[in-house]
């Protein structure tokens, strides 16, 4: 196996020593007077100084004395410079009213004796609101700047929730006037169910997190407690298109620098670009809890999914650049890698380097279990296993569909081999996490991540506990990635109660009683050889072929990895046509 070409960071308390450092120099940075940083139109910075850096105490005194001096220099300012302050000062209302706080300000890990408690952060938040009230009023130009850019971000977090009508929604939304569109964002972010599960989290009720699994609005997603991104060409690509006065001058800008790169090059830049804005995005997050959350998961090249050497050539190379993009600090990156032979020779090399993982196209416990240990035998601080339910759920459904007959002679109907099917991806995660606690695995370090949710909706899945049992039915789990779609389907579906460990509770024997008929579940659902007295297997649950990671042609030509491969390389295929699509013509 080829070295990385890298100078890789060591070991565990090495990294965490690092971002200890880190932190330190953004808590002194953050005792600077904010009001400059805002005027030169770098509101995230002083925000993020504010909210995540500063200690309670520091925040309520910065705060207090920042409020009427933002008042004070707002009338004298310029447009560009009012709709900074007035963005700030929304903004700040908003973080405050939402679950940012937690990680900082409220959080008594951090802060025993000085967190702040919840009502004088609400209270905080309602003066910074009354305050942008007030400026909003006083510069109509300067709000209506606002409102348009908010009316655009809506706009497209909505047509990427699958929205009936993006824009209308959007502008009902959003709004006349600013007061109105912070309400409307408050109300959304007090209703939301995933924020719930992110309180449960911080409350220590639950282990599970929630992630965006979107390479785009991870500002909303914050307001809701998200502490991870996980990204593909495919979420890259509808990064791009859905902020493309943002990324088409990054990929123009790219095609200047490099005229002469292929598209697998360009690709690459891409990625590393929106990569890169997403892990800013979370960069306090990874810092503050020293590498235990906050990371992207960045995939390698999906066409390259058998080729390990390549992927950690690609790897390691990503990794230095990321390093120095970041003044030579530590990624807050992990590098998704398939659930394949090649993709294990990979993961050991780059967990034995300190370098965390996601292991996707990843469907059965032949695949997790290996990846499981060899992340355990690992020096990485957290690394996932991206457990792709509803990927595994709809050919497990079509299997069952198509063998209705056969079924109907078991006395199931078809609404049963449906809702067995929703299941079915659920199941196996709830035996994985089971075999991985009796085996002593740290859950903090190899977290499971459920991936690819589904919405099950109408009379053929009614006998399901709600509509996103990969939602409901696991918490208690590490991961939860939701795509924008999802998520607006369980936020604004009926509220359900939340069982922090469900993950805990046995799939029904009815379903696995139907689950029988399906060889892909069975293959799935097999231990075979990481069966022991702790856990064994049915053997009416034995697949005619069991599979194995050591044959590979087997793995790649199992229907879930096919069908995900395939469609990821096609994506990839698809993005690089996008790049070049925008290359200058010569002459």
């Not at 900082?104 to 967190?115: G, H, K, R, T, V």
């Not at 606002?146 to 990427?160: D, E, H, I, T, V």
């Not at 892990?279 to 960045?298: A, D, K, N, Q």
């Not at 089971?434 to 903090?444: E, F, K, N, S, W």
């Amino acid at each position: 196996m080829p070295a990385l070409p890298m100078h890789p960071p060591h070991d565990a308390e090495f990294i965490r020593q690092a971002l200890r450092s880190e932190l330190a120099r953004c808590r002194d940075n953050a005792q600077r007077d904010p009001l400059p940083t805002i005027l030169a139109g770098r509101v995230q910075a002083a925000l993020n100084d504010l909210v995540f850096y500063s200690p309670p105490s520091a925040f309520r005194r910065i705060a207090g004395d920042l409020a009427p001096r933002l008042r004070a220099a707002f009338g004298s300012a310029d447009t560009t410079r009012q709709r900074a302050l007035l963005q700030f000062a929304a903004e700040l209302s908003t973080w405050l009213r939402a679950f940012v706080p937690l990680w900082n300000l409220s959080n008594p890990a951090l802060f025993p004796q000085d967190a702040l408690p919840a009502d004088d952060v609400a209270h905080l938040g309602q003066a910074w609101h009354a305050l942008a009230a007030e400026l909003a009023r006083s510069a109509p130009e300067a709000e209506a700047d606002l409102l348009a850019m908010r009316r655009l971000q809506a706009a497209a977090r909505f047509r990427a929730e699958a929205a009936a009508d993006p824009e209308a929604e959007a502008s009902a939304f959003v709004g006349a006037s600013l007061p109105a569109s912070l309400e409307a964002l408050e109300h959304a972010l007090r209703a939301s169910q995933l924020r719930r599960i992110a309180e449960l989290r911080a409350a220590g009720g639950t282990r599970t997190e929630i992630s965006n699994d979107y390479a785009a609005f991870l500002d909303y997603a914050l307001l809701l407690g998200a502490s991870f991104v996980t990204c593909n060409p495919p979420l890259v690509d509808l990064a791009w298109r859905a902020d493309p006065a943002r990324w088409d001058p990054v990929v123009d800008r790219l095609h200047a620098a490099q005229p002469k790169a292929d598209g697998d090059a360009l690709a690459r830049s891409v990625t590393l670009e929106i990569v890169l804005a997403n892990m800013r995005g979370l960069r306090p997050i990874f810092l503050l809890t020293e590498g235990r959350m906050g990371c992207v998961s960045l995939q390698v090249n999906p066409k390259r999914h058998d080729d390990a050497g390549t992927m950690l050539r690609d790897a390691g190379a990503i990794y230095a650049e990321l390093s120095a993009r970041l003044d030579g600090e530590v990624p807050n990156v992990v590098f998704k890698l398939p659930g394949t032979q090649s993709g294990l020779d990979a993961c050991r090399e780059l967990t034995g380097s300190g370098i965390g993982v996601t292991i996707t196209v990843n469907f059965g416990l032949f695949q997790h279990l290996p990846f499981a240990r060899a992340i355990s035998e690992g020096g990485a601080l957290f690394s996932t296993l991206a457990h792709m339910s509803g990927r595994l759920a709809f050919p497990v459904r079509d299997e069952l569909l198509g063998r209705l007959s056969d079924l109907s002679a078991e006395g199931i109907s078809e609404n049963q081999a449906r809702v067995a099917a929703a299941w079915s991806g659920v199941a196996v995660l709830k035996r994985l996490q089971r075999v991985m606690t009796q085996r002593g695995i740290d859950l903090a370090r190899v977290k499971p991540l459920i991936a690819s949710l589904r919405v099950y909706q109408g009379e053929p899945h009614a006998a399901l506990p709600s509509a996103v049992p990969d939602i409901t039915e696991v918490l208690g789990t590490g991961i939860l990635t939701v795509f924008p779609n999802v998520r607006r389907a369980f936020d604004q579906g009926p509220q359900l109660p939340l069982d922090p460990a469900r993950i805990e509770a046995p799939a029904p024997p009815e379903a696995l009683r139907v689950l029988r008929y399906s060889e892909l579940f069975k293959q799935a659902y097999w231990l075979g050889p990481w069966a022991d007295s702790g856990e064994t297997d049915d053997p009416a649950l034995r697949p005619a072929h069991p599979l194995s990671l050591n044959d590979a042609r087997a793995t790649a030509a199992w229907t879930p990895v096919a069908n995900t491969l395939d469609e990821f390389c096609k994506a990839y295929d698809t993005f690089v046509d996008r790049i070049l699509a925008r290359r200058p013509r010569a002459g």
